[in-house]
């Protein structure tokens, strides 16, 4: 079965500083991994999506994740926090039937 | 282009009530999919539908039902309700069956339930 792990629930981050938010993954084939953004009171908006292309891919609002088969990790990165970025963050992995199994979830709390 | 509309956004039941839960997806998708997120359990997959079929169904008791209509809107059911059914219940829409395939979910900013 498809699962994904976040390693961290909390992340805390100065404005302007680097995000990093990490994800494991375990897929008996090649996954379709995603990460999606909740902020609060609001329904989830998806970030960026990992289908068997580039390995490093560009999501929204400047973030990215890299794919790594070898380490089955998918960390979502953003160069310079910002304020707004605050929100909670899921990755998540798609089985073969299309069913998305969601991790935890990582709390981004974002300091000025 | 209007996003994925749910109704009612709040609402307080006691237990052993019945609650329906309305989804409008977003215009020209036929896929709709709901989830359950609770602060213990995170988001949990309820079922998906796709062109009034259901496509994929989670773990859940048999209380948890739903269904889609021709027009692609959706509703969900639960039938006696426990107090661990509090939770915020989010549907999703997305143009093909499966988010895999397509992948991308639109979700509506959920409808949160009060059990007492």
């Known amino acids: 079965a498809q699962s994904v792990t976040q390693l961290d629930s909390h992340v805390s981050v100065s404005e302007g500083t680097p995000v990093l938010l990490r994800c494991n993954y375990s897929?008996?084939?090649?996954?379709?991994l995603f990460w999606y953004v909740q902020h609060p009171n609001k329904g989830l908006q998806l970030l960026l999506k990992?289908?068997?292309?580039?390995?490093l891919v560009k999501g929204i609002n400047g973030f990215e994740a890299e794919f790594k088969k070898s380490e089955t990790s998918f960390h979502l990165t953003k160069p310079s926090a910002h304020m707004s970025d605050a929100a909670e963050y899921f990755c998540?992995?798609?089985?073969?039937?299309?069913?998305?199994?969601f991790g935890a979830g990582t709390i981004l709390r974002v300091k000025s | 282009k209007a996003g994925v509309t749910q109704t009612p956004r709040y609402l307080i039941k006691t237990r052993g009530q019945q609650v329906t839960l309305s989804c409008s997806p977003i215009?020209?998708?036929?896929?709709v999919s709901w989830y359950q997120q609770t602060p213990g359990q995170g988001l949990q997959f309820l079922f998906e539908?796709?062109?009034?079929?259901?496509?994929n169904k989670g773990n859940f008791p048999g209380r948890f039902s739903g269904r889609q209509f021709s027009n692609s809107r959706s509703e969900m059911n639960v039938s006696t309700l426990e107090l661990g059914d509090s939770a915020l219940y989010l549907c999703?829409?997305?143009?093909?069956?499966?988010?895999?395939?397509?992948?991308?979910?639109?979700f509506g900013e959920g409808s949160r339930l009060t059990v007492l």
């Open positions: 998540v992995v798609s089985d073969l039937l299309g069913k998305l199994v």
């Open positions: 539908y796709f062109s009034e079929t259901q496509r």
């Open positions: 897929s008996s084939y090649s996954p379709s």
């Open positions: 990992y289908t068997s292309a580039a390995t």
């Open positions: 999703a829409s997305s143009l093909g069956s499966g988010g895999r395939q397509t992948g991308e979910l639109f």
């Open positions: 215009s020209g998708h036929r896929s």
